[in-house]
């Protein structure tokens, strides 16, 4: 199975930009939608800081404790970004899967779950417990380390010839 290219320059500056969205003090971007963003931002897609699209994964889609919004999120850039680069919209849809595939079994190795609901110790879905896990700091810590996985593992994509290498290598599987 082939890896994804997360050893290129530019990991830092999709770390930072993933931490000056999401660790605002007003918690104005969640974990999807700060992933989204931030790979939108290194991909240089149209209008970066819209995370509309991904505000209903934070948490795992509405807060069920689903696959990590870091995830689902870098999922909506990887889909926008395959869309634009492959123009036969079947062919982007399979490299798009195959991507996050990677991506998933990757962070599942890495954390030992894709579940936000095994990594963290909070049932956000329920206002209390929402309320004392964003007390609790545990998002500046855990949850941000998802999002620097997600973006480390899939901002060299930005580059093109990466892009085609990459996409070869996985016809090749």
């Known amino acids: 199975m082939p890896k ?3 050893d290129r320059p530019g ?8 931490r000056s969205l999401f660790l605002r ?9 700060a992933a989204m963003a931030a790979l939108r931002t290194i991909y240089d897609l149209p209008e970066p800081a819209d995370s ?14 689903g696959v ?3 995830i689902s999120g870098a ?12 123009p036969d919209h079947r062919e982007a849809k399979r490299t798009a899967r195959r991507l996050i595939q990677l991506v998933m079994a990757e962070f599942e190795q890495e954390f030992g779950s894709q579940n936000c609901s095994d990594l963290i110790d909070y049932e956000i879905s329920i206002p209390d417990q929402h309320d004392a896990f964003i007390e609790s700091g545990v998002w500046r810590n855990t949850c941000m380390k998802q999002i620097e996985f997600s973006v480390t593992r899939l901002h060299a994509l930005s580059d093109e010839q990466i892009w085609a290498e990459t996409v070869a ?3 090749d599987t």
């Not at 990991?11 to 993933?18: G, S, W």
């Open 25 to 33: 003090d007003d918690n104005y971007y969640g974990c999807a939608e």
């Open 4 to 6: 994804l290219p997360n």
């Open 169 to 171: 290598a996985l016809e």
């Open 52 to 65: 509309s699209a991904a505000m209903v994964l934070n948490g795992g889609v509405a807060y069920s404790g």
């Open 11 to 18: 990991a830092e500056d999709a770390i930072q930009t993933a």
């Open 68 to 70: 990590c919004g870091a």
């Open 75 to 86: 999922a909506l850039a990887v889909g926008e970004l395959a869309g634009r680069r492959i």
